[in-house]
């Protein structure tokens, strides 16, 4: 994935943004389509609009993009989903806006458990500077998906939709879609109003998975169909159904063709099941909604017949209406009409004189927002923005410099003149690791009255042009490394008393205008590499572990991306929408969620503003950052061990919010494992999935570095396969194939889900780590290599990796690490779980796992292999196969290996037939009775005979590390680390 966690090289920027903009053209329509999270640069299509997304690298600068969880992807889910950036803030400027347009503004927010954490955020967000919603994800899945649409006036040539962390976990956002609205459409939307969407219904089609949008629509409003045939019934037309002139909402002819009449109905009949339920939200306690009802004569009548109708909300009359024959008819709120209660029920009966019963082609519901915050001055927000990229500022500069006022940006002091716009009147930025020159935009924040950049890094001379802000009356510029002298403005300034400046520890800076010389070249710059030896060394030795974590960074950028590679086709209309908030929130059979909701939505208070803040300011990279101090906290002074590995130990710690974590702490006095350490940080940020054990948040304080991870309450595989688990139980036979299984996918993704595939080079059941549902997740990704398939020579290493009795034998042969060679030590794995034995066994004789299985297994006894502590109790032809498979995966070759899609796949029937047994389908600890599957592993196996020289050759060579047999805690401790020419093989 192309995270952009650090900020990526200017160039690059603007590269991309080049890229971007050129995809993110409006289309014909003026239609704009952001897939958020998409990686690369290419457009992505929707199979079913035909209309085009482009990925969002060129729109925001920061957050990273993840994938959703495998479980939650499904063949027909829209490919937009996929994948999602998470944000910290915010933010996405969809560009070339005609500013003072109407737009209709549509993100979608489908959660996925992109993070592995199936833990649902709540968060807020802004169109601009003003709030639109609180998006409140209820499930992972599409069912949980939220849609967001406003139609808002756009006072700017650009737009951002900003995404707010309030606190309740990350936000993140799956798509963006803007269309242009003519401004005589939906008129009650203005420059200082709003109109969020409730619900828009068709009323009358037969197909409740008929979605219409764009293109029978042409402003792709997106129209969800209201279907149930025991309340009323439905008449329809084939013929065009016309807008008026100067319709004020142009309904399309596909939603008006349809409509709904009283069952059986009379004149006085009336539809009376129509109805919204108010929704309430922290920040929009009290709100107020906008009806609109859409009405067209379907029939063609008798001169004779009326059909009038009469409908009133909550009772309250609201209009009379005569339907024109196939004319798009409607009634609509002028203004916020309705507020103050919990259900607004339709009801649409005719008048006296009408002969007819009455009907119902549409209705949509908007609440309303308030957009009458301003951003700040556009030139200070170009001069702070310049400002930031030119330093690569790493605050929470994101969105609107001073709004909303609560997520100013950090350092920034702003003015809220009532009347106008805000302005930037201070900055702060001294301690922030500002590098070059002093931009001149500087002088371009004309009301700035305090600029405080002391203790960087600037170098060059102080702009003159600073001496023209009227009303700066602070300047800080101590300890940098400006040179030259002080501007003859700044110094009149100074001495006339406007302005108090600090310059002291700029050791080149010439401070008594009368004496500054130019340089002169020799001595002076040879006096100035004798300052500065002394100082680079002292710059290196405390930069070392910083310049690893860059180099580290920079290899992340080009280590490729993870995806999830099954295809999806998408469905979008039609699952999609069906269970988004557009249905969801809206009219009819929703009452129970209804309730649901609107308890809780009045009963949940929530942090705001200072809060929101700090919860914003502590994100990093995408992940918590902590401090030693915290770690202290978490862990109670490191009260509880977990474990103990060669970089240090793993403590037990708990959140503020009461998640458990585990704390794996880099032991300060080990000078060992920096690389690994960082290594594992970096991957675990990049990739994610249900199976690999998932990283919170990382430490680097000083010389104090941990990972903060996931807890694992269960412990390592090896523990519980030695009897060490809970309650000093087994293992089950089903529990084991959901281990095999778990970790197989894990291992899966790393090759398959990530381009280049990701090498683990240290698969054990140390490992494979279990959580209180004994959920299996691969750990310890020190060892961990990108992979590429097409030029091996590139990722040659010179040292061997992994642990006795696991290592790959070609593997160690080359020194080439492939994803086979995961695969071979995953079939160590698999047979420890079917024997329950340790790798290298010393009993009768010497002897890897796989030699020992290979050799008993020859004898056709399946039974001779069998962990006893699973007393029988498992379907044979599973454990069979599974012996099978790991028999492959530890083939000497690695071309006769199965891959780990294979092993997945293979894995599933076995857990199949298992589940057969247990259910009561399956054969209980019965023999395989001559099943054709057990003769073809035992005619394998048999045929593969000349494999045991071969075996014992790799198993020598295990020995002859001269390593201890039989696994230990300290994990660490066992990894081989040889260079190349020491290695010797037969
Ligand atoms: C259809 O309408 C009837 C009558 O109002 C109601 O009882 C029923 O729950 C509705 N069915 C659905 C699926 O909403
Ligand atoms: C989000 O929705 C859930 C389920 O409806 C509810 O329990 C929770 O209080 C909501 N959160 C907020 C902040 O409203």
């Known amino acids: 994935m192309p995270t952009r966690m650090v900020a990526p090289s200017w160039l690059l920027l603007i590269g991309l943004a080049i890229a971007g903009v050129l995809q993110a053209q409006p289309d014909s329509n003026g239609f704009i389509n952001v897939d958020c999270g998409l990686p690369g640069t290419a457009n992505s299509m929707d199979d079913t609009t035909k209309l085009s997304y482009a990925p969002d690298a060129a729109f925001t600068d920061s957050g990273s993009n993840h994938n959703i969880s495998a479980e939650f992807v499904t063949p027909t889910l829209s490919k937009r989903y996929l994948n999602l950036p998470r944000r910290r803030a915010q933010l996405l400027h969809a560009p070339i806006l005609v500013a003072g347009l109407k737009y209709l503004i549509r993100a979608e927010f489908m959660y996925g458990s992109y993070d592995g954490l199936n833990r649902l955020p709540v968060f807020d967000v802004y169109t601009g500077v003003n709030f639109w919603s609180m998006v409140n994800v209820t499930s992972a899945d599409l069912n949980g998906m939220v849609t967001l649409e406003a139609i808002v006036v756009v006072p700017d040539d650009s737009a951002q939709v900003c995404l707010v962390n309030t606190g309740s976990g990350t936000p993140f956002i799956s798509s963006l879609e803007l269309r242009p609205l003519k401004s005589s459409i939906y008129p009650q939307a203005s420059t ?204 929470n500069w994101m969105g609107d410099p001073c709004v909303p006022k609560s997520f100013a940006w950090d350092g920034l002091t702003c003015n809220y003149p009532i009347s106008s716009t805000p302005t930037i009147t201070g900055v702060n930025i001294s301690f922030s690791g500002l590098n070059g020159d002093m931009s001149s935009s500087f002088a371009d924040l004309k009301g700035v009255q305090y600029l405080d950049l002391s203790y960087n890094n600037l170098t060059g001379s102080i702009p003159d042009a600073l001496s023209q802000l009227t009303s700066l009356k602070v300047l800080n510029l101590s300890s940098n490394q400006l040179s030259g002298s002080i501007p ?173 974590v585990a704390v794996k702490l880099r032991s300060q006095y080990s000078n060992q ?19 690999l054990v998932s990283m919170i948040g990382y430490c680097k304080d000083g010389q104090y570095m941990a990972l903060v991870y996931e807890y694992m309450s269960e412990g390592a595989l090896q523990e519980q396969l030695a009897g060490n688990g809970r309650n000093g139980r087994y293992l089950t036979w089903w529990q084991r194939l959901r281990i095999a299984l778990d970790s197989a996918q894990g291992l899966e993704y790393l090759h398959k889900g990530c381009n280049p595939p990701l090498i683990h080079r240290d698969v054990k059941a140390t490992n494979i780590l279990l959580n209180t549902n004994l959920e299996a997740k691969i750990a310890d990704f020190g060892f961990s290599k990108a992979f590429n398939h097409g030029n091996e020579a590139q990722i040659s290493t010179n040292a061997l990796v992994g642990t006795p009795g696991y290592v790959d034998p070609e593997y160690q042969a080359t020194l080439q690490p492939t994803t086979k060679s995961d695969v071979y030590s995953f079939g160590v794995v698999m047979l420890e779980l079917v024997t329950g034995k340790p790798t290298i066994l010393s009993d009768p004789e010497p002897a890897s796992i796989i030699q020992w299985v290979r050799r008993r297994l020859a004898r056709g006894n399946i039974e001779d292999v069998v962990d006893t502590r699973m007393r029988g109790e498992y379907e044979v032809n599973s454990v069979w196969k599974v012996a099978d498979i790991a028999l492959k995966c530890t083939m000497q070759e690695s071309a006769q290996r199965p891959t780990m899609t294979d092993v997945v796949a293979q894995l599933r029937e076995c857990l199949e037939l298992e589940e057969g047994r247990r259910t009561g389908g399956g054969t209980r600890g019965s023999f395989y009775a001559g099943s054709s599957n057990n003769n073809a592993n035992l005619g394998y196996y048999d045929s593969q005979s000349t494999d045991a020289s071969q075996i014992s050759t790799a198993f020598e060579m295990e020995h002859n590390f001269g390593r201890a047999v039989g696994m230990g805690t300290d994990e660490k401790g066992l990894h081989l680390q040889l260079v190349n020419s020491s290695l010797q093989y037969p």
Not at 677 to 685: H, K, N, P
Request: proline share 5%.
């Open 192 to 395: 200082t109003l709003g109109l969020v969407l409730l619900g828009r219904r068709n009323l009358g089609p037969t197909d409740a998975t008929d979605i219409v949008r764009y293109p029978d629509d042409p402003h792709d409003r997106v129209w969800t169909p209201l279907v149930n045939t025991t309340a009323w019934d439905t008449i329809s037309t084939t013929s065009t159904v016309q807008n008026y002139q100067n319709d004020e909402f142009e309904a399309p002819s596909k939603v008006m063709q349809t409509a709904i009449t009283p069952l059986n109905g009379s004149s006085n009949s009336s539809i009376d099941e129509l109805f919204w339920y108010s929704e309430l939200q922290p920040k929009d306690p009290t709100p107020k909604y906008i009806a609109i009802m859409y009405f067209s004569e379907l029939q063609l009548l008798p001169s004779s017949a009326v059909r009038d109708l009469y409908i009133t909300i909550n009772d309250v009359f609201w209009s009379t209406f005569m339907p024109d024959y196939l004319y798009s008819g409607y009634v609509g709120d002028q203004t916020p009409t309705w507020s103050g209660s919990d259900r607004y029920n339709i009801s649409i009966s005719t008048t006296a004189n009408s002969t007819l019963p009455p009907i119902i082609n549409a209705v949509e519901v908007y609440s309303v927002i308030s957009t009458t915050n301003v951003a700040t001055d556009s030139a200070d927000v170009s001069a702070i923005t310049d400002i930031k990229v030119m330093y690569r500022v790493q605050k």
């Open 488 to 660: 003859y403005g700044l110094l009149k300034r100074i001495q006339d008393g406007s302005l108090t400046m600090r310059y002291d520890d700029n050791p080149n800076l010439c401070t008594n205008a009368a004496s500054c010389q130019p340089p002169v070249k020799g001595k002076k710059s040879k006096l100035a590499v004798y300052v500065a030896v002394p100082l680079v060394l002292v710059v290196v030795i405390i930069s070392v572990v910083a310049l690893l974590f860059c180099f580290l960074q920079r290899r992340k950028k080009q280590g490729g991306t993870c995806m999830h590679q099954m295809s999806a086709s998408a469905i979008f209309p039609t699952q999609g929408v069906q269970s988004t908030r557009l249905m969801f929130v809206n009219l009819y059979h929703v009452h129970r969620i209804g309730d649901v909701r609107l308890s809780h939505a009045s009963a949940a208070p929530r942090p705001q503003g200072g809060d929101t803040h700090d919860a914003l300011s502590s994100l990093n990279l995408g992940n918590r950052r902590f401090s030693y101090k915290e770690l202290e906290m978490i862990t109670n002074n490191f009260e509880r061990v977990l474990g103990q590995g060669g970089f240090g130990k793993v403590y037990d710690g708990f959140l503020e919010d009461g998640t458990q």
């Open 673 to 691: 494992g920096v690389k690994e350490f960082l290594l594992e940080a970096q991957i675990l940020t990049r990739i994610h999935h249900k199976n």
